[in-house]
């Protein structure tokens, strides 16, 4: 049975802070409610819009190399068109394009959370700046998951 929410953290744990999506989910995991299933990915690719199918609500975490007001923002996504479908490292809004296409209904309402992030070299840690974002990212997210539930 397919859990109504997804939350989908993009990221790699070995860049820095590109880790925040991903470590968002780590503080998640010990109290997620029931019907939410988390899932990690280093990139979006056209496969994931079949992991929008069945959902009720869908989250996109992302670190943000721009700078993102309070370090952290929650923003309604609309679906974007234009990309083959053989691309690869899309972009939230493309990944709904892609469902829209494949599955011929609008996409499950989506939103993405951006994260902003400073360094993202390999093989360094999550820097000061981004723990405090990470920490206000932890409580958007959680309250996006009480008002869905």
Do not use: C
């Amino acid at each position: 049975m397919t859990a109504p929410l997804l939350v989908i953290a993009v990221g790699n744990r070995s860049r820095g802070d590109d880790a925040l999506g991903p470590l968002l989910l780590d503080a998640l995991r010990a109290g997620a409610p029931d019907g939410v299933e988390l899932l990690e990915e280093f990139q979006l690719q056209v496969e994931h819009a079949l992991d929008l199918v069945g959902r009720r609500a869908v989250l996109f975490v992302d670190a943000s190399r721009a700078p993102v007001p309070g370090g952290a923002q929650l923003a309604a996504l609309a679906p974007q068109h234009g990309h083959p479908p053989a691309s690869h490292a899309l972009a939230p809004a493309a990944v709904l394009g892609v469902f829209e296409q494949v599955q011929g209904q609008r996409p499950p309402p989506a939103w993405l959370l951006a994260v902003q992030g400073e360094a993202f070299g390999l093989g360094e840690g999550l820097g000061d700046a981004a723990r405090q974002h990470l920490a206000r990212a932890i409580e958007l997210t959680r309250a996006w998951l009480e008002e869905r539930r």
